[in-house]
């Protein structure tokens, strides 16, 4: 059994078989699917997924490629909307994204500070996209967190070995996709190894960055399967084992999602 911790089913991608992708998920072990916002006005489209399907669920923030859009949405607008629905499990997605560049690095900062601020008091994991930030994610969590300490989660990680270290150090969770399989991907191989089996996670980030098996083809939650066979065998563990292991991490962070 696994669970795939990150996910887009509201994208068009999926418009005309979600039923079928859902279906595919439950049959390759894949029990439990969150569905990420990238912004709070689209959040009745997510909602509406989480309760058309039993086994979705989702976060509400604002991706930082859309920063600038949401600037209004303040940190008691995501607590409020969170609180609200018991099938939001996580504040984000919000963070850095310096390799696209399309909001200035001050709009991310203060989106992502709100959504920390939000994952402070209501105890929800942050989701947290980084993206050729290194720097500034690391400076940002280590000041945020010496305020007081939240939840979070390096989705889809593709940094560097330092913000490994920081984000583990802060207590944070990490969580690998699809780029863990690809041939090129030796260096981030090389830091999954030096993270706790106890805090790692596995996603696909669908509908981008299908794992190796399915390369190039449009990607959906059941093919998470192929990235835990690879976190497997960097630690050097059974899947059956980094399976167990991963879905016992995901109901530990996402505290309010339901066990099985
Ligand atoms: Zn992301
Ligand atoms: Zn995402």
Not at 20 to 42: F, P
Not at 136 to 142: N, Q, R
Not at 222 to 235: G, K, P
Request: proline share 4%; with cysteine.
């Amino acid at each position: 059994m696994l669970i795939d911790t990150h996910c887009h089913l509201d994208f068009a991608d999926f418009a005309a078989e979600r039923d079928a992708i859902v279906s595919r998920a439950h049959e390759a072990g894949v029990r439990q699917m969150v569905t990420i916002s990238t912004r709070v006005r689209k959040l009745d489209g997510l909602l509406a997924l989480t309760e058309q399907y039993p086994s979705v669920f989702c976060s509400v923030g604002t991706h930082p490629n859309n920063a600038g859009e949401e600037l209004d949405i303040q940190t008691e607008d995501l607590v409020r909307l969170a609180n609200a629905h018991e099938k939001i499990v996580a504040i984000g997605e919000a963070g850095l994204d310096y390799f696209y560049d399309t909001q200035t690095p001050a709009d991310q900062k203060t989106g992502l500070i709100r959504h920390i601020a939000a994952a402070r008091e209501t105890g929800l994991p942050l989701v947290i996209h980084s993206r050729s930030a290194d720097e500034d994610m690391g400076e940002i969590l280590t000041a945020e967190s010496g305020k007081g300490a939240f939840p979070f989660i390096l989705h889809c990680f593709s940094s560097g070995a330092e913000l490994a270290r920081i984000g583990v150090e802060l207590g944070g969770y990490v969580s690998f996709s699809g780029i863990l399989t690809f041939p090129k991907s030796e260096d981030l191989r090389a830091i999954a190894k030096t993270v706790p089996l106890d805090r790692l996670l596995v996603e696909t980030d669908a509908p981008y960055l299908a794992p190796k098996r399915w390369r190039g083809k449009r990607n959906e939650p059941s093919y998470v399967v192929n990235t835990a066979e690879v976190l497997a065998e960097c630690m050097d563990v059974s899947y059956e084992e980094i399976a167990r292991i991963t879905t016992e991490n995901a109901f530990r962070i996402f505290s309010k999602m339901p066990g099985l």
